[in-house]
């Protein structure tokens, strides 16, 4: 089953608006991470934010983690056409002795589409 | 660096036939896997190495066989094709717990 599961499966907004897209997952995690994937292209690796950071920016990009909520949200703010994409949150579980839980686990993504 | 590089790009297979999918990552990246993605599936983790002569299995492992006899390679072997197989095919590495980087994907077909 699925880790990490995006919410809302789809969204369209218009050029300069701010899209959110959000995160749940079941178990612990070490750190959480969202991922953008264009259209017939490979994932291309956004932002990383660490169990212990509630709060990350990278450039248009914001992202939220509630550990007690095992929830995470990203935020484009001014959204462009180029951000049309899907978008994908993985969580990395803890390293441990037996090396399990050491891969990360997708959930099945956003489409955003963002009308000029 | 060329980071993780996939070949081949497409491939059409009859149901049946063997093939492996080539992966090859140069920045020493102790951990690889192998995804596929179907629509509406996201990514499902196929197998995973996380160091040269160590691999494990992922969520959907069956129909699949793969090795890492070096750290660089890890190829993903379908030994009897089937048409449930086809999908897109990602390959990617990532030191420990930080950042993924993902090939350019093999897109299969089995007829």
């Known amino acids: 089953s699925q880790q990490g599961e995006e919410d809302p499966q789809a969204l369209s907004i218009q050029e300069g608006e701010n899209a959110t897209m959000n995160c749940s997952y079941k178990?612990?995690?070490?750190?959480l991470q969202w991922y953008r994937q264009n259209s017939g292209r490979g994932l291309v690796h956004l932002i990383l934010?660490?169990?212990?950071?509630r709060e990350k920016h990278s450039g248009r990009l914001r992202v939220t983690l509630d550990t007690s909520k095992k929830s995470s949200s990203l935020l484009i703010t001014a959204s462009r056409a180029a951000d049309t994409a899907s978008y994908f949150c993985?969580?990395?579980?803890?390293?441990?002795?037996?090396?399990?839980?050491?891969?990360?686990?997708f959930g099945s993504g956003t489409q955003l589409t963002v009308l000029p | 660096n060329a980071g993780v590089t996939q070949t081949p790009k497409f491939q059409v297979l009859k149901t049946g036939q063997s093939m492996t999918l080539q992966c090859a990552q140069d920045?020493?990246?102790?951990?690889m896997s192998w995804y596929r993605q179907d629509p509406g599936m996201g990514l499902r983790l196929i197998h995973y190495?996380?160091?040269?002569?160590?691999?494990d299995q992922g969520e959907v492992p069956n129909g699949y066989n793969v090795s890492r006899s070096t750290t660089e390679d890890f190829p993903l072997r379908l030994l009897s094709a089937a048409p449930s197989q086809t999908s897109v095919y990602f390959c990617?590495?990532?030191?420990?717990?930080?950042?993924?980087?993902f090939g350019p994907g093999t897109r299969l077909t089995v007829l």
């Open positions: 990617a590495s990532r030191a420990r717990l930080d950042t993924q980087y």
């Open positions: 178990t612990s995690i070490n750190n």
């Open positions: 934010i660490r169990s212990n950071e």
């Open positions: 993985a969580t990395a579980g803890f390293v441990i002795s037996s090396g399990s839980a050491r891969q990360l686990t």
């Open positions: 920045m020493n990246h102790e951990y």
């Open positions: 190495s996380v160091g040269a002569g160590i691999t």
